[in-house]
């Protein structure tokens, strides 16, 4: 499966944007899929993943209460909405999907066999 992030961008301390990841080539439906974050120095973080049902996703603690995933498979698409941005978000923000993954595996980066590019979030002070 190729999956197209975008949806990055500047926005001030307090702001929102959301994100899209567009999948094809595959059947959407199968794979869970998963926001990973990385910033320069830093290792790439789990943010959120969404199982192939769309219920129920799971966040990082870090934006939890401030960020909503959800999926539409009719149109082989993810969102992660983001609200109350602050400047410690700012970080390449990348969509990973697979459709082998267990419970004990949705938060780990090396469970993911297939990756987008990432799209760039900047939030200023």
């Known amino acids: 499966v190729q999956l197209q992030a975008s949806g990055g961008g500047l926005v001030q301390a307090g702001g929102s944007l959301r994100l899209s990841c567009v999948a094809s080539g595959r059947t959407f439906s199968n794979y869970a899929v998963a926001w990973f974050r990385q910033s320069p120095g830093k290792e790439r973080e789990f943010v959120a993943v969404?199982?192939?049902?769309?219920?129920?996703?799971i966040y990082s603690d870090s934006v939890k209460g401030r960020f909503t995933m959800s999926r539409d498979n009719a149109k082989n698409t993810v969102y992660l909405q983001m609200n109350s941005l602050n400047t410690e978000d700012t970080a390449v923000y990348h969509c990973?999907?697979?459709?082998?993954?267990?419970?004990?595996?949705?938060?780990?980066?090396?469970?993911?066999?297939?990756w987008g590019q990432g799209t760039q979030v900047t939030v200023s002070s």
């Open positions: 969404i199982r192939r049902s769309g219920h129920t996703p």
């Open positions: 990973a999907a697979d459709s082998r993954l267990i419970s004990s595996t949705l938060r780990s980066a090396d469970a993911y066999d297939y």
